[in-house]
Nanobody, 118 residues
Framework: QVRMVESGVGSVQPGGSLRLSCAVS????????MGWYRRAPGSQRDLVAT???????NYADSVKGRFTISRDNAKNTVYLQMNSLKPEDTAVYYC????????????WGQGTQVTVSS
């Protein structure tokens, strides 16, 4: 069974930075395209960043230039560096396989809350 444990919960002011981590167990992430998703209050869960097995990244327009996804295959961990945070980035953040690449793991972790507020 694949499990994801997200961490890096934080509350920051607009313009601040946070780094999220996602430790994966049960499958080697080196074989999977990975993604970070988020669900804002009252909204659906959206895919915001992806990284292929070869390290190619892609971002939603709303976070492009501010967020950076990376992976450490040796630690089986995926990261999301978030800079220049905005109030609209407030959401619960989740990692999972990139569903568009067929790598979705079928279940979700608990997610980690990010709050951007002055």
């Amino acid at each position: 069974q694949v499990r994801m444990v997200e961490s890096g919960v934080g509350s920051v002011q607009p313009g601040g930075s946070l780094r999220l981590s996602c430790a994966v167990s049960g499958t080697p992430i080196s074989l999977n395209a990975m993604g970070w998703y988020r669900r804002a209050p009252g909204s659906q869960r959206d895919l915001v960043a992806t990284i292929t097995t070869g390290g190619i990244t892609n971002y939603a327009d709303s976070v492009k230039g501010r967020f950076t996804i990376s992976r450490d295959n040796a630690k089986n961990t995926v990261y999301l560096q978030m800079n220049s945070l905005k109030p609209e980035d407030t959401a619960v953040y989740y990692c999972n396989g990139d569903y568009r690449s067929g790598s979705f793991f079928g279940s979700w972790g608990q997610g980690t809350q990010v709050t951007v507020s002055s």
